[in-house]
């Protein structure tokens, strides 16, 4: 089993800034992509951001105002908010793939509530 903590959610005025963490533990032998995803009400869920390796994947809509990163050692993804808009507002969540002993895993997080206010 593989399990995903996220953590830095929260309720920011437009043009804040939040750091999103999510950190993998488990019976982990490779991570290969990690990600954020969000959801708004009503809307479907939408790819934010993936790293794998050192090559990273950003939404047009989140460029230049949002940054992913990894650290390897701790099998944490973060996601870095900046200049937030309202229409960021939604609950994030993590992904994670990579292999476990004799499978291959694809975890989610719980999700975490962005709130951007005007």
């Known amino acids: 089993q593989v399990q995903l903590v996220e953590s830095g959610g929260g309720l920011v005025q437009a043009g804040g800034s939040l750091r999103l963490s999510c950190a993998a533990s488990?019976?982990?032998?490779?991570?290969?992509?990690m990600g954020w995803y969000r959801q708004a009400p009503g809307k479907q869920r939408e790819l934010v951001a993936t790293?794998?390796?050192?090559?990273?994947n950003l939404a047009d809509s989140v460029k230049g105002r949002f940054t992913i990163s990894r650290d390897n050692a701790k099998n944490t993804v973060y996601l870095q908010m900046n200049t937030l808009k309202t229409e960021d507002t939604a609950v994030y969540y993590c992904?994670?793939?990579?292999?476990?002993?004799?499978?291959?895993?694809?975890?989610w997080g719980q999700g975490t509530l962005v709130t951007v206010s005007s």
């Open positions: 488990g019976s982990i032998i490779s991570i290969n992509t």
């Open positions: 790293v794998t390796g050192d090559i990273t």
């Open positions: 992904n994670v793939r990579g292999r476990q002993r004799i499978t291959n895993f694809n975890a």
